[in-house]
């Protein structure tokens, strides 16, 4: 039987979420309840789509919420930028964020490329 604990992707995205939760639960109440929750969501929504499309068991399905998932991970670029300019991200926090963003997309682009490849040999 699958397991989602299994793919690198899945649990990249779950490792992100819980640290920009880590990052956004020590921010000042005005902070964490305009930008701070809306971080937090986009980020979840990256895990949680790709599990969903996961469960589904057919690709072009599990596709559908790849692409959910992609865009949640632009939406959580959009909010991460807010978070910079506004000076609530320090500079350790930065650097992991920033690995994140740089090593993921490629990773889950290729997760993606894959799913394609077993779709057309459907």
């Known amino acids: 039987m699958y397991d989602i604990r ?5 649990n990249m995205a779950l490792d992100f979420s819980n640290e920009i939760w880590e990052i956004c639960s020590e ?56 978070a910079y300019n506004r ?6 926090e930065k650097q992991k964020i920033e690995s994140f963003l740089n090593e993921f997309p490629i990773k889950f682009n290729t997760y993606i490329k894959k799913i394609k490849e077993y779709k057309d040999k459907e």
């Not at 299994?6 to 899945?10: E, H, I, R, T």
């Open 6 to 10: 299994k793919l690198d992707v899945y």
């Open 87 to 92: 000076n609530l991200i320090k500079e350790k």
């Open 27 to 82: 921010w000042d109440w005005f902070p964490e309840k305009t930008i701070g929750s809306q971080l937090v969501q986009s980020a979840d929504s990256i895990s949680a789509n790709i599990s969903e499309g996961f469960g589904r068991y057919f690709y072009k399905e599990n596709l559908k919420f790849c692409y959910y998932a992609r865009g949640s991970l632009e939406e959580t670029k959009y909010w991460i930028q807010k």
